[in-house]
């Protein structure tokens, strides 16, 4: 593999992953909204998509993030019958957002996209080196 396709190919991990903590710190900032009309449900949690692609170009498979797509569970009830979303029973409904989940994926993209840093970085010093030995 070259040094281009090396890059390339991090470079497409680490667009993945921004997209990613995107979704993710979308969902922590909707954590305990409930719905602006009452009835009505609230937030309902993304759950980010990554999709492999082959370049023809340079021959590699390219990963890139897809359309989010919405997470069927059940939202959260919770007591609270002063709350003008009170259904008849004093429940409200919350979204099915579970911080901690949302904060260990969120530790995992971050994972990722730093070793696609740490590929980036050996890669150029890898062209560096070879340069190096090129003038030499």
Not at 10 to 38: C, F, H, L, W, Y
Not at 102 to 122: H, K, N, T
Request: aromatic residues 6%; proline residues 5%.
């Amino acid at each position: 593999m070259d040094f281009s396709k090396s890059m390339s190919v991090a470079a497409s991990g680490m667009r993945a992953q921004t997209d990613r903590m995107k979704t993710i710190s979308e969902n922590i900032a909707n954590a305990n909204s409930t719905s602006p009309v009452k009835g009505a449900d609230p937030y309902r949690r993304k759950i980010a998509t990554i999709h492999n692609n082959f370049d023809r170009e340079l021959e590699a498979n390219l990963v890139q993030a897809g359309k989010p797509i919405p997470d069927k569970s059940d939202f959260r009830a919770q007591y609270d019958p002063g709350n003008p979303n009170a259904d008849k029973q004093g429940y409200v409904k919350l979204p099915n957002v579970d911080s901690l989940v949302e904060i260990m994926d969120m530790r995992e993209a971050q994972r990722s996209y730093e070793a696609d840093l740490s590929v980036m970085e050996s890669t150029k010093q890898m062209l560096a080196k070879t340069v190096d030995l090129l003038n030499k």
